[in-house]
């Protein structure tokens, strides 16, 4: 297939050259940026807000909210206040102490962030849920993390099943409560202390616990401890290229590892000011936070990019975008079509980032000062190490497809699947991290993603990845999303599948199948053309976007999907 390529276009980015940067990093250099390089103390919140205050940058603005009409601002000591004061509800009026785990069960609001903040302030353990969760992930989460307080709103409260739960001792409620069981969070705050003794850690000690859904059975807690600010911060620096007047918006929500490691930590620690939009995705406000908010730094995800790209390039005419100046994306692989349509509308590139909840923070990107091939991940950052190897754990040559897998050691990789040693160990080939991602590594030292392992297509013999094909359909006009899997079949072993989407305008046919089959098969191979073809209205995606192949592929079979906590049901 022809690969566009993309010139570097930023003039002033972070890290210049790429490869000397590679080659001479250190760790150790970069852990001179923190004030614990000085005093040993370490705690994430002080590096992210309390510090810049200490610093004399009290007045800088550091969270911008917005939502619908709503809009509000506040400084890096606005929130230095209000995080001492949630963390002092939090230890005074919960009991929560070092290490305990407390949960934010919330809606993106300012309070999620105080809160968040606070209770690392007090040294507990943070356990962001999405707020779509029902009742069910909810107690499966808190009941696997014995989570002593949650902190949530009137409208998700029912889901919270207390009495279940012997080890919550407190429902925190946002917003007014009139239930006694519950603590009221809005007069605590009112009357709580601006003043707090941050708790000073260990910088091994457990910081944020995301859930991530397993394929089978039950989701598991990814473990991350405070140390892992270092590698935030600079990929903040080297891939964000994050710079002091920067107004940044990383679209995720907190209840995703996105969302916290690049929507609150890295931002922070490289003190810009931070974007949180609240409410439901549209074009119009999307468009106009970007506009309203003079947002310079955009980083979002696939789903979101199509979406947008969706809704046509005449609404984009309405708005003033002229404020960015770069444009990331994470969570899925990153379409060349995509990175075509950034370069038509925005005139610039978008750079994708391949990282999981379990590595904490980037480990492949494209950055800032390095050609980008559409389609492809990029390269390793600087401080990680990246290979491609067989099932044995041997290196495998350039193009060759095979497990995609880390050097173990990178300061943000998780610690511990929480309660699940044996899960913890299933990850590793001797000194390798398996991402369960299949990749190749081109002669260049570009990777490319083909799709998760169990994904990967045997047909005729060849083995295919899921995500060619699907970046070739969407590329086709009729095609808004596609996903597709390995049926199996007699003869061929497995035959590819597609579920596909249509846009707005165009109606599902046998014709129009012919017509998308007769596509693939023209540009990009016969044997990668679908043989099959499912016309579904939208396909099944997890709240943070990602198309889930494995319940197309249970809805194929009619198997059991596994769980499915964390699939998006609107
Ligand atoms: C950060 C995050 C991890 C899985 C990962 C891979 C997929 C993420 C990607 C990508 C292709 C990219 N993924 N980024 N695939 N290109 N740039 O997404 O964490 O929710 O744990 O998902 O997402 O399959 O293994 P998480």
New binding site residues.
């Given amino acids: 297939m022809k690969v566009e390529r993309y010139k570097v276009t930023d003039e002033n980015p972070n890290m210049k050259n790429y490869e000397e940067v590679y080659e001479n990093f250190d760790w150790g250099e970069i852990e001179k940026n923190f004030s614990w390089s000085k005093t040993n103390k370490f705690n994430m919140a002080y590096e992210c807000i309390d510090k810049h205050v200490d610093e004399g940058y009290g007045d800088k603005t550091a969270l911008l909210y917005k939502n619908g009409e709503t809009k509000s601002s506040y400084t890096f000591k606005d929130m230095q206040d209000a995080s001492n004061k949630a963390a002092n509800v939090l230890k005074n009026e919960a009991g929560v102490e070092k290490g305990d785990r407390v949960f934010i069960f919330m809606a993106r609001s300012p309070e999620l962030y105080f809160s968040l903040l606070g209770a690392l302030k007090v040294g507990a353990i943070v356990g962001p849920l999405f707020e779509a969760f029902m009742e069910k992930a909810v107690k499966d989460r808190l009941e696997n993390s014995d989570a002593k307080v949650i902190v949530t709103t009137p409208e998700l409260v029912g889901r919270i099943p207390a009495d279940d739960l012997p080890n919550l001792e407190k429902v925190i409620v946002v917003g007014g409560t009139e239930d006694e069981n519950h603590l009221d969070f809005d007069a605590a705050f009112e009357n709580a202390s601006k003043e707090f003794d941050t708790e000073w850690l260990d910088k091994e000690d457990g910081m944020i616990l995301h859930y991530?859904s397993g394929s089978t059975g039950q989701p598991k807690g990814v473990l991350h401890v405070h140390y892992a600010m270092i590698q935030q911060y600079i990929s903040g620096k080297y891939v964000l290229d994050l710079k002091e007047d920067d107004v940044y918006w990383c679209t995720a929500d907190p209840g995703?590892?996105?969302g916290t490691s690049y929507g609150i930590f890295a931002p922070w620690l490289n003190r810009v000011t931070n974007v949180v939009v609240g409410g439901r995705f549209s074009p119009e406000a999307w468009y106009g936070a970007i506009e309203d908010l003079k947002v310079t730094v955009w980083y979002s995800a696939p789903t979101a990019f199509r979406m947008l790209m969706g809704a046509g390039d005449e609404i984009i005419k309405d708005y003033d975008l002229s404020s960015l100046r770069h444009l990331l994306?994470?969570?899925?692989?990153?379409n060349p079509e995509v990175v075509k349509w950034g370069m038509e509308v925005f005139n610039l590139r978008i750079h994708?980032?391949?990282?999981?909840?379990?590595t904490g923070a980037h480990m492949i990107t494209n950055f800032p000062a390095m050609e980008i091939k559409g389609g492809s991940?990029g390269k390793p950052i600087p401080g990680v190490e990246a290979a491609i190897i067989d099932d044995e754990g041997n290196e495998l040559p350039a193009n060759r497809m095979g497990n995609l897998a880390l050097k173990t050691g990178w300061p943000a990789m998780m610690r511990e699947i929480w309660k699940n040693k044996p899960k913890f160990d299933s990850y590793f080939i001797g000194e390798w991290y398996i991402?369960?991602?299949s990749a190749y590594k081109d002669e260049e030292g570009y990777y490319w993603?083909q799709g998760?392992v169990d994904d990967v297509i045997m047909t005729a013999g060849e083995r295919v990845g899921p995500?060619e094909i699907e970046s070739k359909l969407v590329e086709h006009p009729a095609v808004q999303e596609a996903g597709v899997i390995g049926k199996p079949d007699p003869v061929r072993g497995e035959i590819v599948k597609a579920f596909i989407a249509v846009r707005e305008g165009y109606d599902p046919s046998d014709e129009l199948k012919e017509e998308i089959r007769k596509y693939v098969k023209e540009g990009l191979a016969a044997h990668a053309a679908p043989r099959e073809i499912e016309f579904k209205d939208k396909l099944p995606k997890?709240r943070?976007g990602?198309i889930m192949r494995r319940v197309l592929k249970a809805w194929e079979l009619n198997i059991d999907a596994g769980d499915l906590s964390s699939m998006d049901e609107d």
């Avoid at 994708?352 to 379990?358: G, N």
């Fill in positions: 991530t995703w590892v996105t994306s994470v969570g899925e692989p990153l994708d980032t391949w990282w999981m909840t379990e991940m991402s369960g991602d993603f998760r995500f997890t943070s990602k």
